[in-house]
Structures are given as C-alpha cells and as structure tokens.
C-alpha cells in the first residue's frame, strides 16, 4: 500500500558527492522504518542506512561517515546524502520501507543507479 520511487542517482567523480531522493506515497503513516539498501551485480542487497518513525538512524560501517539518512518536514520524502563517494558506493540503491501492523510488509522503489568513477 506503499509507493516508492527514488530519484538522484547518476555519474559523479570519487570524492564528489549525490543526493538521493525517496518519495513516498500511498499508506504512508502506515510507515514503521525506512531505508536505503545497496546492490550491484551478483551480489546481495546490503543495509545502507535507516531511519525510523522517531528519527532513530543507523549506518553500514563501510557509510558511517560520509553518508547520512535523513527526512523532509511532512516525512513524504527520505534522502541519502553521499559524501566523499568511492568507487566501490557504485551499483543500484534502493528505497525500502517496513508498514504496517504485524506482520509487516517491506515495500521497494525501483532503484537508483550511482555511478562512481576514478
């Protein structure tokens, strides 16, 4: 019941930085936690960072640092702010929210390219 979709991604230099953008629409009070997960080929989707419904953050040890999750005003968007960028941050990034009553559902956007190049 939730809808996702990211926007931000794209090519950008080691060093330089991006702004991920995750609009949510649908069910969003429903909305428990969210996040931004990391994949490239052949590889699993990795936790990035996450930000709870009171604000509580997390970050991946290979993030921490250099991005940071964060919220607008009315809570419709969530951001990923990447900072000092490296080659290895490149791959699709994905939106993800946990809604809902137990049990809960994880809803996805449709990913976000980043290129990083060197």
């Known amino acids: 019941q939730v809808q996702l979709v990211e926007s931000g991604g794209g090519l950008v230099q080691a060093g330089g930085s991006l702004r991920l953008s995750c609009a949510a629409s649908?069910?969003?009070?429903?909305?428990?936690?969210m996040g931004w997960y990391h994949q490239v080929p052949g590889k699993q989707r990795e936790l990035v960072a996450t930000?709870?419904?009171?604000?509580?953050?997390n970050y991946a040890d290979s993030v921490k640092g250099r991005f940071s999750i964060s919220r607008d005003n009315a809570k419709n968007t969530m951001y990923l702010q990447m900072n000092n960028l490296k080659p290895e941050d490149t791959g699709a990034y994905y939106c993800?929210?946990?809604?809902?009553?137990?049990?809960?559902?994880?809803?996805w956007g449709q990913g976000t390219q980043v290129t990083v190049s060197s």
């Open positions: 649908g069910s969003i009070f429903s909305i428990n936690a």
């Open positions: 930000i709870t419904s009171g604000g509580t953050t």
């Open positions: 993800n929210c946990n809604a809902g009553r137990w049990p809960t559902r994880n809803y």
